[in-house]
Each structure stands twice: as structure tokens, then as C-alpha cells.
């Protein structure tokens, strides 16, 4: 047979769409063609997929004209994962293999100049694609990316090692059925997805009980968080603390937050189940917090995706970084557009930022005087804009503590305990409307967080004197939400509100 079809798959943001490797083997002057919208990496398949034919001790048709057509023509197409399927095409089409029995597989991987099979990105895109549309179709991935894949319950993934060990599953003497286990052919299993134990605890910092009530409340209700204090009063160690308060991920969100790595290629399987916590350079471009690139791949707050984005130095990013925040903190959702592609990533993350007070980071006392005039106060202030503030929801000072009093504390309440509250307010926020306190929309707060008259009289007292907006105030009556969540109360009332609006702090430069 002079032609044969082999499935495979191109990475298009999140999803994984569809490629249809078509190989025909002819006569004429001998050449190897390749076209489909094809980028360098794909291009040079042709060398490696030569090399690791003969290596391998299979035949390579030298005396025939090879076209190989990756279709649909007008869809881009990246990096090394075709090697397999168009060594396979070519292996079909030349009677190697049996041409006939690839129905209902599809395959990715790269092939080194041995035969070996090197991991390929976007295993579990892939897997999870095919978990949504195609769930009969199996999977042949190299070892380590099939692990990943194994991951989507329900697939049928298998791993191998080598060119040879895929190709002795598919001899046309070979007997029908699935194929059996062998030494470098596998069906790897899923591991149980646990709560994993490898967060720092946030007993290990003393003192700072005010702010570790409102790491409390952010967890519980998924909100963004500011911390404003002078450098070495703990901001760092409370926000690398802060993914270990978060509740369990859920099988679908583990899965999410696993495939935006995997995408990335730094998917570790040591960590699957833990919500990420990303923490960029304060030098980091929008490029880089955004995602970008040609193909488009995920940027830092995609990684975060389901987990936690650590911003220290807040007005220390460029601007354009920081602005580029606006967006998906409303919507949860990345899109990249590129002259041939756009790309959609999910990033539903918590924000946690902090920052010092001032550029010398003086407190104006007589212990901590300030060293910047005001005008480079309110400049270093104003790097952060106003729209952007005012989308961050619990905005606190963290002090630095004396010495002695840091020295003798003693230590505070484990991770493990604030987790259990964490938890049982989310399950509150879940099973009465279905998602977290803080993707509750206007028409949904005044269904869930209705307020009785007096406290209705004090929120408008209390936003008119503080001159807070319509977001803002939204913002106040959904932290409410959760501070009544963690106290079990069903009605959001005054005193819920005296200490949320104690968390929306506004920066000011001194006179």
C-alpha cells in the first residue's frame, strides 16, 4: 500500500485539535516533502525520522518519492510531537506495519536519531481533549508523557520507550486485540489524587494574627489580597504560606492546573494535586505574566491557574504588566492573538501582592523615619493605578514587630486547623449558590448577601464617607459574605461589615 493515515493531535492553546498525517510513498526522483503549515521543529522531522527508521533496523524507503501532508493545511503546527506518527505513516505505507489496524489510535512523540522517544508538552491537553470528544480512541505517547496523560480517568494511554516497542504492537502478524504489557511498552496507571502535604506551615511565623485573619478570610472566599508593611515584617512568609490554607483541589481543577503545566513542559507528577503557587520577578514583562509567543503558550498567571500569584515588590513591575492584570481578575480567562492563531488559557488565580510603604520603605516614625520626600512617596504609590486597586479585595497593613516581642511569641496556629475552617466556609459558599464568594455577581449579592436596614444604613454611611465605588463597595459585601461564612451565620449583618471594611485600606503619600 503506497499511502496510509495516522492520527495525531497540534496544541492550540488549551485544546489539543485534531492533525490527520497523511503519507504516500512514490515513484520518481527520490525526496522527502513535507507540507502542512509546518515550523522549523516539524520540518526537521524528516532527519531525525530517517536516522531513527535505520537505527532502529527498520527499512526507509530511499528509492521512493515520500510526500507527507499535515492536514488541515492551514493550522500551525510546532515542535517534535509528529515524529512518531509520520515514522509510523511512512513504516504503514511501505507494508512495515499493518496500515489497517492504526484506526482508532493516535500517536505523538519524538523520536531521537536512535529510535528512543522523548516526552513531548501537552500530553494531558491532549488526553483531556479526547476525554471531551473522542473517549474510544487510544493514545501511544513516550513513557514520561504518558504518565501525565494517564492522569485524565478513563483514557486508554499507552507509553513506550522505543520506535520498536511501538512498532511490535502493530506487525501485520501480530494477533488482534489490545496490546499486552511488555518491557518498554506499558499502560501506566493514575495515581489517587490526595492532598498533598509539601506546603509550608503558617506556624512557623509569629506574631501577625491580624494578618493571618485575613489570609484566613482570602482563602475561605477566594479573594485577592494586598499586603502593605516595611521590609522584613513577614509578607513574604505569609504569601508562601497562603496555598496551604486554600481547600483541596477538585479532580477537574487538579487536572486544569496540570494540563497548563504539562503545556509548558514543567508538569511534575510529584506535585499533581497541589495548587501552584507562582511568584514572578519584579522585573517580569506583560509578555511574560500574560503568555505569549508563536505559537502562544501560557504566561505566569495561566500557570497559576486554580492556585496562588505572589507579586512581592508590587510597584516594582513594569506598568503595562500590572495593567495587563485587570482583565483576567474579572474574567478568569486569557486570550493571545497572533497573525495565524489565537490562543484561549484559563487563569482563575488569587492575587497576592505586597509592597512597601514608600520607596525606602520608612514608616514616618521615630524608630523608622522616612527617607523620600513625598513626591517620590505619592510617585512610587501611583505606579499601582486605580482601577487596579480598586480590584483587589482586602488591602491590609502588616507591621513590623519588635524583637522582643517576635522573639518570645509563641507559635500560632498550624496550617492544618485555619485549612479545616477554610473548608467548611467554601463548602458553605458551594452549596448555597454554587461557586465561591468571589465570582458573586451583583444580582447574585443581593440574593446571598442580602443586608437587614441597619446594616443596608451602615454600608451606605460607611462607602459614602470613605468615597468607595460601585466595585468597591460589591467588593466590601462579598469579603462580608465570607467573614459570615467562617462564623456559620446564614445573614451577612453590621458588625460582618465593620471588619470587612476595615480591610480596604487606600494608599495615601504623607503631606
Known amino acids: ?294 505559537p502562544p503558550r501560557p504566561g505566569e498567571i495561566s500557570m497559576a491557574h486554580h492556585g496562588v500569584l505572589f507579586l512581592d515588590e508590587l510597584p516594582e513591575f513594569p506598568r503595562p504588566a500590572l495593567e495587563a492584570l485587570r482583565e483576567p481578575m474579572e474574567t478568569g480567562q486569557i486570550s493571545i492573538s497572533r497573525a495565524a492563531l489565537r490562543a484561549e488559557f484559563p487563569a482563575r488565580f488569587q492575587l497576592i501582592a505586597a509592597m512597601n510603604p514608600t520607596p525606602c520603605g520608612g514608616l514616618g516614625t521615630r524608630e523608622n523615619p522616612y527617607r523620600s520626600s513625598p513626591e517620590q512617596i505619592q510617585r512610587y504609590q501611583a505606579r499601582i493605578s486605580g482601577p487596579l486597586l480598586d480590584r483587589i479585595d482586602l488591602q491590609i497593613e502588616v507591621p513590623a514587630l519588635p524583637p522582643d516581642r517576635l522573639l518570645h511569641a509563641p507559635p500560632g496556629e498550624d496550617s492544618a486547623a485555619i485549612r479545616a475552617r477554610v473548608r467548611q466556609a467554601h463548602e458553605r459558599a458551594l452549596h448555597r449558590q454554587g461557586c465561591g464568594n468571589h465570582r458573586l455577581q451583583a444580582g447574585d449579592i443581593e440574593l446571598h448577601a442580602a443586608l437587614a436596614p441597619q446594616a443596608l444604613a451602615f454600608l451606605h454611611k460607611t462607602a459614602a464617607k470613605l468615597g468607595w465605588s460601585a466595585r468597591s463597595t460589591h467588593r466590601v459585601l462579598r469579603v462580608a459574605r465570607t467573614i459570615a461564612d467562617l462564623t456559620g451565620e446564614p445573614a451577612v449583618t453590621a458588625v460582618h461589615l465593620a471588619e470587612a471594611a476595615q480591610y480596604r485600606r487606600v494608599l495615601r503619600a504623607p503631606d
Open 1 to 294: 500500500m503506497s499511502i496510509a493515515v495516522v492520527q495525531s493531535r497540534a496544541l492550540q492553546g488549551m485544546e489539543a485539535a485534531a492533525v490527520t498525517v497523511e503519507v504516500h510513498l512514490a515513484n520518481g526522483l527520490p525526496c522527502f516533502t513535507l507540507v502542512g503549515l509546518a515550523d522549523v521543529e516539524v520540518k526537521e522531522a524528516r532527519e531525525r525520522v530517517r536516522s531513527a527508521l535505520l537505527n532502529a533496523g527498520l527499512e526507509f524507503p530511499h528509492s521512493k518519492r515520500i510526500t507527507v501532508n499535515l492536514a488541515p493545511a492551514d493550522l500551525p503546527k510546532d515542535s517534535g510531537r509528529f515524529d512518531l506518527p509520520i515514522a509510523f505513516g511512512i513504516l504503514a505505507a511501505s507494508g512495515q506495519v499493518d496500515a489497517g489496524r492504526l484506526a482508532g489510535w493516535e500517536f505523538a512523540g519524538e523520536l531521537s536519531l536512535s529510535g528512543e522517544l522523548r516526552p513531548v508538552r501537552g500530553a494531558l491537553a491532549m488526553a483531556l481533549t479526547l476525554r471531551r470528544g473522542s473517549p474510544s480512541v487510544r493514545l501511544v505517547l513516550p513513557t514520561a508523557s504518558a504518565s501525565e496523560a494517564a492522569l485524565v480517568p478513563g483514557r486508554e494511554v499507552y507509553g513506550a520507550r522505543h520506535l520498536l516497542d511501538v512498532v511490535g504492537r502493530f506487525l501485520p502478524e501480530t494477533a488482534e486485540g489490545p496490546p499486552e504489557a511488555g518491557d518498554g511498552w506499558a499502560r501506566p496507571g493514575a495515581p489517587a489524587l490526595s492532598e498533598p502535604l509539601c506546603y509550608p506551615d503558617l506556624r512557623d511565623v509569629r506574631g501577625q494574627d491580624s494578618a493571618k485573619r485575613v489570609l484566613e478570610i482570602a482563602a475561605a472566599g477566594g479573594h485577592s489580597l494586598l499586603m502593605v508593611g516595611p521590609p522584613g515584617s513577614g509578607k513574604s512568609m505569609l504569601a508562601q504560606r497562603f496555598a496551604g490554607l486554600l481547600p483541596p483541589m477538585s479532580l477537574d481543577e487538579a487536572l486544569e492546573s496540570a494540563a497548563i503545566a504539562s503545556l509548558s513542559g514543567r508538569f511534575d507528577l510529584r506535585a499533581w494535586g497541589a495548587r501552584p503557587t507562582r511568584a514572578p520577578h519584579h522585573t517580569a514583562s506583560a509578555a511574560a505574566l500574560v503568555g505569549g509567543g508563536s
